[in-house]
């Protein structure tokens, strides 16, 4: 099919293209749509090949400088991969990860369920005293003990997130490190040993730049911008449980937003995916 917006092929000499029915927007700007429209509509799949300039130009009836200019852009935004020695891709995402406001989602279970290969490489594992902020996250005093967890989660061993948990030492007596080594998935341990039931109560999403140490440990580069996911989990009786900080791969994790039971399932109320691009 002849896309909507499809335009006679230009070459602009010192002004660049205008979309005439776009009040003077720069031409590469409205082509932006159409390529992502081609994402979107999985025209081209996930890990594939992207089409090249000239490719494009003829599909769209836009100048090679013109789609250049388009196809730079989306690749800064990490829409787009550009591999030196073979050409744009799109990024493959290994990793959708569910939010919802009353389930606490395991990602050993959900990266298994999608037919992939979860991992986990324990970094840190203490047991110390709540400093104030996390005795405010976890209705604790400061002083009280916790147990602090860092994880280093990988998909088919590529690195997808980093894992920052908290949990009241009391409410996991004998909890160990080799406990956490040896269980892929932390909710089932705690549902199986510790019979807890959870739900999350608090979830909060936003944007953080990584350390020189996370960027090693994620394989991108120091001040690339991440998801950052906050989370608090509760017992059955409401008592907060884990206070969860996670950091999120830009180009191999997505997240999905699942809705409670009895919300509308009209198309305004369909789960929204969110992809943040570095």
Same mark, same amino acid.
């Given at each position: 099919?002849?896309? &909507?917006?499809?335009?006679? %092929? ?16 720069? #031409?590469?700007? @409205? ?22 300039? &000239?490719?494009?130009? %003829? ?46 989602? @395991? ?19 203490? &047991?110390?005293?709540?400093?104030? %902020? ?18 280093? =989660? ?10 920052? @948990? ?24 705690? =549902? ?11 979830? #909060?999403?936003? #944007? ?71």
């Amino acid at each position: 099919d002849v896309p &909507r917006n499809s335009r006679r %092929l230009r070459e602009a000499s010192l002004m660049p293209e205008k979309d005439n029915g776009s009040n003077n927007v720069p #031409i590469y700007i @409205s082509v932006q749509k159409d390529l992502l429209k081609l994402i979107r509509d999985r025209q081209v799949q996930p890990g594939g090949r992207f089409p090249s300039e &000239r490719e494009l130009s %003829l599909r769209f009836g836009a100048s090679r400088m013109t789609m250049r200019k388009a196809v730079d852009h989306l690749v800064q935004e990490g829409v787009l991969e550009r591999r030196s020695t073979s050409g744009t891709y799109v990024p493959d995402r290994l990793f959708d990860r569910p939010l919802s406001d009353h389930i606490p989602y @395991s990602i050993s279970e959900v990266v298994e369920k999608a037919g992939h290969t979860p991992g986990s490489k324990l970094l840190f594992f203490e &047991r110390k005293e709540a400093d104030e %902020l996390i005795a405010s996250k976890l209705a604790l005093s400061p002083g009280d003990p916790v147990i602090s967890i860092e994880r280093q =989660r990988t998909v088919d061993g590529v690195p997808v997130c980093l894992e920052f @948990s908290h949990i009241p030492a009391r409410l996991v007596p004998g909890l160990s490190a080799s406990d956490v080594i040896e269980n892929k998935s932390l909710y089932k341990l705690f =549902r199986d040993n510790y019979q807890l039931d959870l739900s999350n109560k608090v979830s #909060i999403i936003s #944007i953080h730049r990584v350390t020189k140490s996370e960027a090693a440990l994620l394989d991108i580069r120091p001040g690339s911008s991440v998801l950052r996911f906050e989370g608090l989990s509760v017992t059955s009786d409401g008592q907060p449980f884990e206070h969860l900080r996670s950091l999120n791969h830009p180009d191999r994790v997505s997240f999905t937003i699942q809705q409670s039971p009895g919300e509308s399932s009209t198309d305004e109320g369909r789960p929204v995916r969110w992809m943040l691009h570095s």
